[in-house]
């Protein structure tokens, strides 16, 4: 299956560097480039792509409000693409919100291209872009700061059975599916099973939210 991209950054040179790495891949193909957040919430919407690659700063719009539009578009827009935001910055408390927002994770701009590749294959497949360690130290730092939305939270933490809240704690630690499976003694199926169910009882989009929601509910806390 072919993977749809556009390329979301206001730097003509990036934009054109991400567009003609990622283009030279047999199963890839760049659908568009846009130059700021407003261009990018529109050509999206005309082209319909799989990943967004979308910078976090950007004039006119930036890639916080347009990651919001196109996850939670108006009624009557169905696509919802997959949006990997691109940074500079180790931590970023736009690179935070748009994780709360439904980004499917965030990738540094001076990355490796092989990580950018693979970026886009993972978060295409569904999955969350969490494994550098920087993104759960994020996560962590932001919701020490933000201790508001705990309390709708944790009454959301009642919909999980035991088994479930297990295996979000640990997602929100950074395990994969098999490292959950062997911590818990269960089967692969069994534990992605058990991470589908929870993702739906919390209304949550993928793995990327539901750490977030771990923090921010106090299942989980900072320095853990």
Known sequence: MTIRVIVVDDQAM????????????????????APD??????????THPDVVLMDVRMPEMDGLDAARRLLTPPPGVTHLPRVLMLTTFDVDD????????????????????????????VVASGDALLAPSVTRRL??????????????????????????TEVLTLVARGR??????????????TVKTHVSRV??????????????????????????
């Open 14 to 33: 990036v934009r054109a560097g991400f567009a003609a790495l990622l283009a030279a891949q047999s199963d890839i193909d760049v659908v568009g480039e």
């Open 37 to 46: 957040g407003a261009q990018g919430v529109e050509l999206s919407r005309r």
């Open 94 to 121: 736009y690179v935070y919100e748009a994780l709360r927002a439904g980004a499917s994770g965030f990738l540094l701009k001076d990355a490796p291209p092989a990580d950018l590749i693979t970026a886009v294959h």
């Open 139 to 164: 996560i962590a730092d932001f919701a020490r700061q933000r201790p508001a939305a705990r309390g709708r939270s944790t009454l959301r933490l009642k919909a999980l059975t035991e088994r479930e």
């Open 176 to 189: 994969s599916n098999a490292e959950i499976a062997e911590t818990l003694v269960l089967a692969g199926q």
């Open 199 to 224: 993702l739906t009882k919390l209304d949550l989009r993928d793995r990327a939210q539901a750490v977030v929601f771990a923090y921010e509910s106090g299942l989980v806390a900072p320095g853990e």
